[in-house]
Each structure stands twice: as structure tokens, then as C-alpha cells.
């Protein structure tokens, strides 16, 4: 049996339902404690979805540790442009984005999109 299953953009709704209410270090902890399989690219499809400062947070530093790949870290960059009433928090996880050197195009657009 292949293919998406019929349940599957629920089960996907709850996911991000439950990671929204989790903080920074709960996140983190799932990104070093999980032994990763495919069900890593649902994860790191659901953090841009979840929108809080929390997950911005650890979306930043995975890739500030190259700890994703390219294509992740623009379709991540360029989510932010997405996040719906981002709050004071969201906006200081994303800031440091700036200070990398050199600063993608995307982190200009979706940290600036932030305010």
C-alpha cells in the first residue's frame, strides 16, 4: 500500500498542534534525542507551521549548524513570510539570522516580513 494515507493532513494538523505548545528547549530536545528516519522531513515540515518564537528558534539554530540542507534552509527562510501576528519573541529568535555571514536574500525577506 503506497501513497498518502487518508488521515494523513490530520495527523499532520496535530502534530503541529502539540509542537505549538512546546517551548524551546522541549523542541530542541526532540531534534537531539530522536533517532531519525523519514519521519525527520514531517518534522521539519511541521516547524515553519507552528509559527512561535519557540520553533523559529530552533529552526535558526539548526541551520546556523548546518544541521539542514540548503533547499530546507530557504523553504525555512522564506516560511517566516508566513507566520501569521508574529509576537516580540518570534521576531528576537529571528533576528540573529542577520548576523550571519553572508546573509541569505530569504533571511532578509522573511525576518523583515516579521515586523
Same mark, same amino acid.
Given at each position: 500500500?503506497?501513497?498518502?494515507?487518508?488521515?494523513?493532513?490530520?495527523?499532520?494538523?496535530?502534530? *503541529?498542534? $502539540?509542537l @505549538?505548545? /512546546?517551548?524551546?528547549?522541549?523542541?530542541?530536545?526532540?531534534?537531539?534525542?530522536?533517532? #531519525?528516519?523519514?519521519?525527520?522531513?514531517?518534522?521539519?515540515?511541521?516547524?515553519?507551521?507552528?509559527?512561535?518564537?519557540?520553533? *523559529?528558534? $530552533?529552526? @535558526?539554530? /539548526?541551520?546556523?549548524?548546518?544541521?539542514?540542507?540548503?533547499?530546507?534552509?530557504?523553504? #525555512?527562510?522564506t516560511?517566516?513570510s508566513?507566520?501569521?501576528?508574529?509576537?516580540?519573541?518570534?521576531?528576537?529568535?529571528?533576528?540573529?539570522?542577520?548576523?550571519?555571514?553572508?546573509?541569505?536574500?530569504?533571511?532578509?525577506?522573511?525576518?523583515?516580513?516579521?515586523?
Amino acid at each position: 500500500n503506497e501513497g498518502v494515507a487518508t488521515n494523513a493532513p490530520r495527523l499532520f494538523l496535530d502534530l *503541529v498542534q $502539540v509542537l @505549538r505548545h /512546546l517551548d524551546f528547549h522541549e523542541l530542541w530536545a526532540i531534534t537531539e534525542q530522536r533517532k #531519525w528516519g523519514p519521519e525527520r522531513s514531517v518534522f521539519e515540515d511541521a516547524l515553519p507551521m507552528v509559527g512561535t518564537g519557540a520553533s *523559529v528558534g $530552533v529552526m @535558526r539554530d /539548526l541551520m546556523v549548524q548546518h544541521q539542514v540542507n540548503d533547499i530546507i534552509t530557504n523553504t #525555512w527562510l522564506t516560511s517566516l513570510s508566513f507566520i501569521p501576528r508574529p509576537d516580540l519573541d518570534t521576531i528576537v529568535e529571528a533576528a540573529p539570522l542577520l548576523e550571519s555571514r553572508p546573509v541569505p536574500a530569504d533571511a532578509f525577506l522573511g525576518v523583515s516580513s516579521l515586523v
